[in-house]
């Protein structure tokens, strides 16, 4: 197959600009085959919508991209479908309603494709990440002797490695996924007076996630919860319409002018402390069905984000962890707790830590979302053995430009939260560790290393990123 005339790359959220020797668009699998085959003693990697923050979209060799790949059928049984790699998860999840069914667990953004959300353990809140629900893979990659291949991977450790495999493995063509009937959800905003308040209503609303908000440090809980029927509320589409301009536009608008384009603490302060709280209405319940009330449009304006993992014992003190070391970020007077302050000390970056005092001031309320153990070798909340617990997402996110000041705070919290608290960093997110530092977070990164030598004995599906972030050997391109 004839590579397209090569042009520079670039991913959604800016950071990540590169130019590809050859790129190629193929129709079918013949051509990812002939591709491959082409390609054997080089370097390949897939593009989906580039809605990832790390390198690991970047080739100076082959860049394949499988917009062509977006069948999507429905199994004779309704609960399993079988997708095309390139086929966008908005598009399948309207695909899915038409016919009274959904995914079991959707992220907060639906631009992504398939192949790229499970690749990366992609996750919403409540519930296993979309990694967790495939029930097969199609995959071309090399076989023996070093031709290239197509697999269907259906059971074992290999299935468990393919449903999150950052794209190590070969080139996913196809993704057979479960589903469900479509179910509805029902929702409010509440604002919480601590962690206890949020946790303690867990259980009657499992698919909650809660923010942290900066400067005023206080708890918004999305309650939310699968309705007892299927029957949408009167106001659904009032509340979408207003979710959408108020929220997803106007907040977001406002945070982008007076923290990046303005530079003003003081206003991003009032944005929080005045504003915000009067565009939260509790006592607005409104059901309406999942793809709905789940997805939200944070994609709208350009950012960068770091996202990190930690088990439910270790929640409460990674939420101190961020708070303090954002607010001495924000604030060089700022005395953090004995207990982080602990943590800092026992891993000898009490240096590091002043370097950071007064550096960058936080802007963008912080998400945490509970996700259910997977059945994966390294998505982030892989499970292994008999052990089943629950993790719990934090997410980092920033408007502001240069990066850098943010880059050194989210590097030093991802140390220290790694560190000393277990946690591990979102393979589709900015990531400024290594493989040595993060390996003992992954029981089964080992299991994984060996299953990508099989099916990858030249290293042809790994890039810089990959080698630096996942198996710890020389970078190459």
């Known amino acids: 197959m004839q590579p397209r005339g090569t042009s520079h790359v670039r991913n959604f959220g800016g950071n990540i600009r590169f130019r590809p020797r050859n790129q190629y668009l193929p129709r079918d699998e013949e051509d990812v085959l002939r591709i491959l085959a082409e390609h054997r003693t080089g370097t390949i990697r897939v ?92 995959i071309a990659c090399y076989g023996k002797g070093g031709e290239a291949e197509v697999r269907r991977v259906d059971s074992g450790e290999a299935l468990r490695a393919v449903r999150c495999s950052v794209g190590a493995l070969g080139v996913v063509l196809e993704v057979t996924l479960k589903c469900v009937p479509q ?32 400067h ?56 929080y402390r005045r504003l915000l709280p009067v565009c939260i209405f509790p006592k607005w319940r409104v059901t309406d069905r999942s793809d709905r009330q789940l997805l939200m449009r944070h994609d709208l304006f350009r950012h960068l984000e770091m996202e990190a993992f930690v088990p439910r014992e270790t929640l409460r003190p990674a939420l101190a962890v961020v708070s303090d070391i954002l607010r001495a970020a924000d604030n060089a007077d700022y005395e953090v707790s004995a207990g982080v302050h602990d943590r800092i000390r026992s891993l000898d970056l009490e240096d590091a830590l002043e370097n950071i005092r007064g550096s960058y001031s936080h802007h963008y309320p912080i998400c945490v979302r509970r ?50 608290l277990g946690a591990r960093l979102h393979w589709g997110k900015w990531d400024p560790l290594d493989a040595r530092q993060i390996e003992d977070s992954y029981p089964g990164i080992a299991a994984f290393r060996a299953i990508c030598a099989r099916f990858d004995p030249q290293g042809v599906f790994r890039n810089r990123f990959l080698e630096e972030a996942l198996f710890g050997t020389s970078p190459h391109q």
């Open 371 to 420: 996700v259910r153990p997977d059945d994966t070798l390294i998505s982030m909340s892989s499970c292994h053995g008999v052990e089943r617990r629950d993790w719990y997402a934090i997410s980092l996110i920033t408007f502001t430009e240069p990066r850098l000041p943010f880059q050194n705070v989210a590097r030093f919290l991802a140390t220290t939260m790694v560190r000393t």
């Open 47 to 138: 593009i989906g919508a580039g809605h990832s923050w790390n390198g690991g979209i970047e080739t100076s060799g082959a860049l394949v991209d499988l917009r062509h790949f977006r069948r999507i059928q429905i199994h004779p049984d309704r609960r399993r479908v079988s997708v095309g790699a390139g086929c966008r998860i908005a598009e399948l999840l309207a695909h899915l309603a038409r016919r009274g069914l959904t995914l079991p667990s959707i992220g907060l953004i639906a631009r992504q494709t398939v192949a790229g959300a499970t690749a990366t353990g992609t996750h919403g809140s409540g519930r296993h990440s979309m990694s967790h629900y495939v029930e097969s893979m199609r």
């Open 216 to 271: 005023t440090w206080a708890y918004l809980e999305h309650e939310r919860s699968v309705a007892p029927d299927n029957r949408r509320s009167g106001i659904a589409m009032l509340y979408r319409v207003y979710w959408l301009v108020v929220i997803d536009v106007l907040l977001h608008l406002g945070i982008k002018l007076t923290a990046s384009m303005l530079r003003s603490r003081r206003l991003v302060d009032l944005i």
């Open 183 to 214: 179910y509805y959800v029902r929702e409010r905003c509440v604002w919480r007076s601590d962690l206890d308040a949020v946790l303690d209503n867990e259980a009657a609303a499992a698919l909650q996630q809660f923010y942290l908000i900066p």
